[in-house]
């Protein structure tokens, strides 16, 4: 059963607009989350993370909000770019030991 | 320049061989991942070590070993017995301590046929 879910497996936005990736999550006892870019044949980069203790962390152009009551976390993009064009991943962990994923959601900005 | 290596990036094996993926981090963290990527699906966790000589199952170990002899190096075994071998393989590192990021390494594709 997954524990880490992004239910959107696809999202078009025209560049210089805003990008909102959306994941959920079941696990309560989750106390990290974490966002990583992808792109094909590479590993995963890691973007932006925000503690349980936290509900918004900001870096540059890229926002991580989380909701603890709905289980809920979303990642802004602002403005988006051409180069943003990735799979973007979720992950949650609990005590920093084993980090689910979510399925990943493919960011497409068009020019 | 600190990383994590894994190696090779492709690997074409038969079905019924062992085959061996390396990961050598010198980043000096603690701990080290194995994750499996099949398409349209997310990382699922094969293998963890969070010290040297030590390791524990995943979600989805079956068919799977490894080893940790040093802190540097943690090698994946595709055994036989693993029914669907063919897929993105990841290495990942983490200081092993909270709030700290998993580091990627860039993968081995598998393909067994």
């Known amino acids: 059963d997954q524990q880490v879910k992004q239910n959107s497996p696809s999202l078009s936005v025209q560049e210089g607009r805003i990008s909102i990736l959306n994941c959920d999550y079941t696990?309560?006892?989750?106390?990290?989350f974490l966002w990583y870019k992808k792109y094909p044949a590479e590993g995963p980069t890691f973007l932006i993370s925000i503690s349980s203790i936290k509900d918004k962390n900001e870096d540059g152009r890229f926002t991580v909000f989380l909701n603890k009551s709905a289980k809920h976390l979303s990642l802004h993009i602002v403005p988006s770019q051409p180069g943003d064009s990735a799979v973007y991943f979720c992950a949650a962990s609990e005590d920093f030991n084993k980090f689910y994923f979510g399925s990943g959601t493919k960011l497409n900005v068009k020019p | 320049d600190g990383g994590i290596t894994q190696s090779p990036k492709y690997l074409f094996r038969k079905e019924g061989q062992n085959v061996t993926l390396s990961c050598e981090q010198n980043l000096n963290h603690d701990a080290m991942y194995w994750y499996r990527q099949d398409p349209g699906q997310g990382l699922r966790l094969i293998y963890y070590s969070q010290i040297v000589n030590d390791f524990q199952k995943g979600d989805i170990a079956e068919g799977y070993s490894v080893s940790r002899e040093k802190k540097e190096s943690f090698p994946l075994t595709v055994t036989s017995a693993q029914k669907n071998p063919t897929a993105f393989y990841l290495c990942?590192?983490?200081?092993?301590?909270?709030?700290?990021?998993?580091?990627f390494g860039n993968g081995t594709r598998l393909t067994v046929t």
């Open positions: 990942a590192s983490s200081i092993y301590r909270i709030n700290s990021p998993l580091h």
């Open positions: 696990n309560s006892m989750f106390d990290y």
